[in-house]
């Protein structure tokens, strides 16, 4: 664990030099404990897109925007990234995660596939119209679609970036 978690931070530290985009998600285990994990990606100084666990925990704190923000910027504090490196967190749209992920020095957007996932969830759960049978089975095809087809997803990113 500790060692893996400081081989990630030292792997960023040396090789993020222009942007650093990272997933923040919290989670229930079956067991019922609650874990916060960050997932970052980069392009390197050799133009390769890095993808590394920048870190997996437990969090025992309520479910806070202000407890999240706070480990957030523990973490991010942890990379030691240039000012001059643009940051940004992308994240779903619950609720404590928007409040949370206002971390001083970093972008935030909204996932447009989980957009896409609630919406489908929020149309499964309205009966009685075929419209809301055929929204649902478009937007399913719009997800699948989107996990296999690289213009598509670019597409999609620019999208909720000037939409967000």
Not at 42 to 62: G, M, Y
Not at 119 to 136: I, M, P, Q, R
């Amino acid at each position: 664990g500790r060692i893996m978690k400081r081989r990630s931070r030292e792997h960023c530290k040396r090789n993020i030099t222009l942007a650093y985009s990272a997933a923040a998600d919290m989670w229930t285990s079956k067991d019922q404990t609650d874990y916060l994990g960050i997932n970052a990606m980069f392009i390197d100084s050799s133009w390769r897109l890095q993808k590394i666990t920048v870190a997996c925990h437990p969090f025992k704190e309520q479910h806070s925007g202000e407890n999240l923000r706070k480990m957030l910027k523990e973490e991010s504090d942890a990379l030691e990234l240039g000012e001059d490196v643009i940051k940004v967190y992308v994240t779903d749209t619950a609720s404590d995660i928007i409040a949370g992920r206002k971390v001083p020095g970093y972008s935030a957007i909204s996932c447009c596939i989980h957009k896409l996932q609630r919406l489908g969830s929020d149309a499964e759960n309205t009966k009685g119209t075929e419209e809301v049978a055929e929204a649902l089975k478009a937007a399913r095809k719009v997800v699948t679609h989107s996990r296999h087809c690289g213009p598509f997803h670019r597409t999609m990113k620019k999208y909720c970036k000037n939409n967000n």
